[in-house]
Nanobody, 128 residues
């Protein structure tokens, strides 16, 4: 499975961006059924941290506390794409954002170690 992240950019505080993570390769939709697709971010000098995840088959979502009420994760099965809608952006949201997918069922959507497939990062910069 290959993951392609896009949608990053420069935005002022309070603005919005929508990130996309397109999956391709193999029989993607059935392959991903039951799996997790997540977004992580890494700011300079900091560890990669969990942002959001969605179970491809059920649509159950997980969000880190700092983005609840501002970010929404969703998927479009027909397009094999997961979206991260980011509203009311803050300067502390500035980071490189990565999408990732597990290689099977995982009970821990928050740990980057659970994810096997990673896309390239997309830079999000929020100016104050």
């Amino acid at each position: 499975v290959q993951l392609q992240a896009s949608g990053g950019g420069l935005v002022q505080a309070g603005g919005s961006l929508r990130l996309s993570c397109a999956a391709s390769g193999r029989t993607v939709n059935s392959y991903l059924m039951g799996y997790l697709v997540g977004w992580f971010r890494q700011a300079p000098g900091k560890e990669r941290e969990f942002v959001a995840a969605i179970r491809w088959g059920t649509g159950i979502t997980y969000l880190t506390d700092s983005v609840k009420g501002r970010f929404t994760i969703s998927r479009d099965n027909a397009k094999n794409t997961v979206y991260l809608q980011m509203n009311t952006l803050k300067p502390e949201d500035t980071a490189v954002y990565y999408c990732a997918a597990t290689n099977g069922y995982s009970s821990n959507p928050y740990s980057p170690q659970e994810y096997v497939y990673w896309g390239q990062g997309t830079q999000v910069t929020v100016s104050s």
